[in-house]
T-cell receptor
Framework: ETGVTQTPRHLVMGMTNKKSLKCEQH?????MYWYKQSAKKPLELMFV???????ENNSVPSRFSPECPNSSHLFLHLHTLQPEDSALYLC????????????????FGPGTRLTVT | KNEVEQSPQNLTAQEGEFITINCSYS?????LHWLQQHPGGGIVSLFM???GKKKHGRLIATINIQEKHSSLHITASHPRDSAVYIC???????????FGEGTQLTVNP
């Protein structure tokens, strides 16, 4: 257990559906991250939130919409996805994401395996 | 070309063997991470280092900043070490991590 939980663990959705992924961290961290891991490709950063503010959007299509209501919770709202969006979506947290704060370890959740049909 | 290159891509070893996984990067970094990903997908952070060497149990990580190279060593390997090992760097120019493609390690009994 890393202290970061994700639900659901598996999700199958049609291209017209709307669904949300949830991430919760119990570590008292201030930064939370969404990553995408497609088959045979390196992890890709999608979004970073630090103290509830979005600090990075790595050119992610608008069909992915993040929400961070507080430092412990992070959501990824999905709508009108494409089959190529099928991937493992990983959430992570760390003490702080700012470069000026120094480098902190990131703690990862178990991921949500998303299949878009 | 990825900014973070790992070698080998795949590695098969017999139980008890000494294992080395390499990571080279082409950018200035403030820290380098070694991560372990098991078949279910969950990722565990093994090490974060910016200089020298760190050891945890049978795992040892080293980094040479001048040569932009890091190695992860596993002593007395065990089948439960079978996983994908991922190198990631935090660039000095930003806060994001850039990941290597990972090394699939299989340790046979």
């Amino acid at each position: 257990e890393t202290g970061v939980t994700q639900t659901p663990r598996h999700l199958v959705m049609g291209m017209t559906n709307k669904k949300s992924l949830k991430c919760e961290q119990h570590l008292g961290h201030n930064a939370m991250y969404w990553y995408k891991q497609s088959a045979k490709k390196p992890l890709e950063l999608m979004f970073v939130y630090n103290f509830k503010e979005q600090t990075e959007n790595n050119s992610v299509p608008s069909r992915f919409s993040p929400e961070c209501p507080n430092s412990s919770h992070l959501f990824l709202h999905l709508h009108t996805l494409q089959p190529e969006d099928s991937a493992l979506y990983l959430c992570a947290s760390s003490q702080d994401s700012r470069l000026s704060a120094g480098a902190y370890e990131q703690y990862f959740g178990p991921g949500t395996r998303l299949t878009v049909t | 070309k990825n900014e973070v290159e790992q070698s080998p891509q795949n590695l098969t070893a017999q139980e008890g063997e000494f294992i080395t996984i390499n990571c080279s990067y082409s950018v200035g970094i403030s820290a380098l991470h070694w991560l372990q990903q098991h078949p279910g997908g969950g990722i565990v952070s093994l090490f974060m280092l910016s200089s020298g060497k760190k050891k945890h149990g049978r795992l040892i990580a080293t980094i040479n900043i001048q040569e932009k190279h890091s190695s992860l060593h596993i002593t007395a390997s065990h089948p439960r070490d079978s996983a994908v090992y991922i190198c990631a760097v935090r660039e000095t120019s930003g806060s994001r991590l850039t990941f290597g493609e990972g090394t699939q390690l299989t340790v046979n009994p």
